[in-house]
């Protein structure tokens, strides 16, 4: 951009939003039906349930393995190419996994499985890209717009799941195959949509505004004869750092390896595959629906105190999974609580992370959240297989609470080490005010 004014960096945002907002739905219905029909692939190739969770494990993996590459080539040419280079391994991860069922062979599935996960990757970092030029009293309403465009395509995807089948058959593709077309299709048309659409690219914009900022300052610092003030955001926020990745990190955990085995444990009771994307569909849709409400309660009362809420969802619903196992209606509304908790933390912690990290460092700093996030998705997803093998659905809702209760604490340690921080300023602002009465 030749000229950069406040009026055309709105302009870039509003677009990049729209954008960002239109490939969160094509990703959706991608990711929303293989999510759904991968475990239940997992367990008939590998011929054992405990091997269900795996599926949601490789995703996980494949968008944790994904995460710093693409954040780190969106730091070097852009959120476009980042984008849509992880949209395009997506498409070909879904390929894979219909050329796997067609071989019967686990592993070939579970490749195929990871390099689909570079599509969660891409839904990751949509998120940040949305608040690349957002301003601070905005930019949980931003984010969590963005966010909130994935449930078009996410709701719609596991119902796709019958519709995937039936043309799959028409085809003649392999059994459980027929929706991971959906995926192919979708991711490629997002990554065609970045590549289009993101024009002129919102981090390039973002660093070059604030290079402008700068520049401003300094030019009016040197008229005036004054000193420049130092930037509010030159230093990281570290506590707010890793309480942001903490929440995030267990939040998601806990969502995965909840939502993970539940496919596998509605169908061993009987369920049809009707129901169990019915199921996923509102777990879906309480992830995604409401994220502009969580978004606008960040903004207005706090990110920490809408993660506080996020884990009181999360609890609940892990209450109502455990107590309720055996009864669909619970399992039903205990994932709707699922969805709704997870979103709530989500956001709140992308905002709190996004501002406690210095301008410059946001991209490796988001890239390492996801990173983690997604490690630890996939790593709740191994154990919850094992769980759900030892322990049945309920001992694995009780066994979630843990992270969850890690989560309180951490909200509870850093509420009062603010406190402190507070309180301490506070003395050392009446030991000033007091010392040079004493020198008098």
């Known amino acids: 951009m030749t000229s950069i004014t406040a009026e055309s960096v709105a302009a870039v945002q509003r677009r990049t939003r729209t954008v960002l907002m239109i490939g969160q739905v094509l990703a959706g219905l991608g990711m929303g039906a293989t999510l759904s029909i991968g475990a239940i692939l997992a367990a008939e190739i590998s011929g054992s349930p405990a091997f269900s969770g795996m599926a949601a ?132 048309l997002a990554a065609v949509l970045y590549l289009v659409g993101l024009r002129p690219d919102p981090l390039r914009v973002a660093a070059a505004w604030q290079a402008e900022q700068e520049r401003v300052t300094r030019d009016e610092a040197e008229r005036t004869g004054s000193v420049p003030p130092t930037p509010t955001a030159a230093v990281d926020d570290r506590p707010g750092i890793r309480l942001a990745i903490l929440s995030i990190a267990l939040s998601h955990a806990t969502m995965v390896s909840v939502m993970a085995m539940t496919p596998v444990h509605l169908t061993a009771h009987g369920a049809s595959l009707v129901i169990v994307g019915f199921t996923i569909s509102l777990h879906i849709a309480g992830m995604y629906a409401l994220s502009p409400v ?3 309660l960040a903004d207005r009362v706090g990110r920490r105190t809408t ?95 843990a992270l969850v209760a890690t989560v309180v604490v951490a909200l509870a340690v850093t509420r009062r080490s603010a406190t402190g921080a507070v309180q301490r300023a506070a003395v050392g602002r009446e030991a000033n005010d007091v010392r040079p009465a004493n020198r008098g």
């Open 57 to 188: 494990t490789m995703v996980t993996l494949g968008a944790a393995l994904a995460a710093i590459p693409l954040a780190r080539l969106a730091r070097r040419a852009g959120r476009a190419p980042a984008l849509a280079t992880g949209a395009l391994t997506a498409a070909t991860g879904a390929v894979i996994a219909i050329v796997s069922a067609g071989a019967q062979s686990f592993a070939l599935l579970l490749v195929g499985i990871a390099l689909i996960g570079a599509g969660t990757a891409v839904n990751l970092q949509s998120r940040f890209a949305a608040v690349d030029l957002a301003s601070a009293a905005t930019r949980g309403r931003d984010l969590s717009l963005v966010v909130w465009a994935t449930t078009v395509g996410a709701v719609s995807g596991p119902n796709l799941i019958g519709p995937g089948e039936t043309l799959g058959a028409y085809l003649g593709l392999p059994d459980l195959s027929g929706p991971f077309l959906f995926t192919v299709v979708a991711q490629s």
């Open 294 to 296: 969580f978004g606008i």
């Open 307 to 401: 993660i506080a809420v996020g884990q009181g969802m999360l609890a609940a619903s892990l209450l109502m999974t455990g107590f309720g196992a055996e009864s669909e209606g619970w399992v039903v509304a205990g994932l709707i609580f699922l969805g709704l908790g997870w979103s709530a933390s989500t956001v709140a912690g992308s905002a709190l992370l996004t501002e406690s990290a210095r301008p410059d460092r946001r991209p490796i700093v988001q890239g390492r959240s996801d990173l983690i996030m997604s490690a630890s998705g996939a790593l709740g997803g191994a154990l919850a297989g094992v769980a759900l093998a030892l322990l049945g659905y309920a001992g694995l809702s009780f066994v979630s609470m």
